[in-house]
């Protein structure tokens, strides 16, 4: 499967904005999804994740009630609404897929995934 991440930008803090990752090439829903990102001088970080049926999400504590990740398999993509966006939040956003058989498997894992997106940037300014 291919990933395309775009939607990243420049915002304010206490902004907003939508990350999406289009997929092709495979059978989009026979994938857990997930996000992740990574910062400057800092390590690829779990963002949220989310199972093939979206019965199953997983957030992480930075970005819990902030932060809403979806999917719409009919149009193989893959969503990362992103509000009350901090400084902190700035970084290089990337999406990476999973075959799973289990349409409730989800993963925080960045070893689990084994397809990548590109990245896309999002800064936030203070």
Do not use: H
Not at 13 to 35: K, N, P, Q
Not at 104 to 119: I, M, P, V
Request: aromatic residues 16%; proline residues 2%; glycine residues 10%.
């Amino acid at each position: 499967v291919q990933l395309q991440a775009f939607g990243g930008g420049l915002v304010q803090a206490g902004g907003f904005l939508r990350l999406s990752c289009a997929a092709s090439g495979r059978t989009f829903s026979s994938y857990a999804m997930g996000w992740f990102r990574q910062a400057p001088g800092k390590e690829r970080e779990f963002v949220a994740a989310i199972s093939r049926d979206s019965g199953t999400t997983y957030y992480a504590a930075s970005v819990k009630g902030r932060f809403t990740i979806s999917r719409d398999n009919a149009k193989n993509t893959v969503y990362l609404q992103m509000n009350s966006l901090k400084p902190d939040d700035t970084a290089v956003y990337y999406c990476a897929a999973v075959f799973s058989y289990n349409p409730d498997y989800s993963s925080k894992s960045r070893d689990t995934y084994n397809y990548w997106g590109q990245g896309t940037q999002v800064t936030v300014s203070s």
